[in-house]
């Protein structure tokens, strides 16, 4: 699996239709019309998400390796 910053995570997200709804320090939450998930991603400069975590992500926003 490639491993993503925090700021390609989330152009990755608004390519596939994912709107930042907000900023709390270093984190930018993103949500979707018509979905009750919202998504946390910690944007830490150009430092990758730990695996788990992108897993994680992935998972929520139903997303797949392959779109990466």
């Known amino acids: 699996m490639k491993l993503l910053s925090g700021k390609e995570f989330a152009r990755l997200l608004e390519q596939h239709g ?3 709804l907000r900023i709390k320090g ?3 939450v993103y949500g979707k ?12 400069g150009n430092q990758p998400i730990k695996i788990g975590l992108l897993n994680h992500l992935l998972k929520m926003a139903a997303l797949h390796e392959e779109d990466m």
């Open 18 to 20: 994912w709107n930042l």
């Open 26 to 28: 270093s984190h930018h």
């Open 33 to 44: 019309a018509g979905s009750v998930v919202r998504l946390s991603v910690p944007i830490h």
